[in-house]
């Protein structure tokens, strides 16, 4: 079993920034590919972003490319999520995501673990 547990959600102003981070614990954390998805009200979970073992990849939504850039401290075992000029679009429920798997990290099927989800509310 991964517990996954995020923070650093809050309300910021559009243009903002924000950094959020997603502590690990259970398994080794090296075994896993980190992903975070965002589900905002009446949408579907979607794909932000996902980084592989030791960081060598990186995959990010069409979305949020430029503005968002996950990275992962192996050391302390999180994942973290930094994103600058914030859109009202981004407004959503963020949510951090463990899988054993390769490939296919696009998908919310793949992933085995889930944080319980922080809020990221943007004022416009």
């Known amino acids: 079993q991964v517990q996954l547990v995020e923070s650093g959600g809050g309300l910021v102003q559009a243009g903002g920034s924000l950094r959020l981070s997603c502590a690990a614990s259970?398994?080794?954390?090296?075994?896993?590919?980190m992903g975070w998805f965002r589900q905002a009200p009446g949408k579907e979970r979607e794909f932000v972003a996902a980084?592989?073992?030791?960081?060598?990849?990186?995959y990010y939504s069409d979305s949020v490319k430029g503005r968002f850039t996950i990275s992962r401290d192996n050391a302390k075992n999180t994942v973290s999520l930094q994103i600058v000029s914030l859109k009202p679009e981004d407004a959503a429920i963020y949510y951090c995501?463990?899988?054993?798997?390769?490939?296919?990290?696009?998908?919310?099927?793949?992933?085995?673990?889930w944080g319980q989800g922080t809020q990221v509310t943007v004022s416009s």
């Open positions: 995501a463990a899988t054993s798997a390769s490939g296919r990290y696009y998908y919310a099927t793949s992933y085995d673990y």
């Open positions: 259970g398994r080794t954390f090296t075994d896993y590919v």
């Open positions: 980084i592989s073992w030791r960081g060598g990849r990186i």
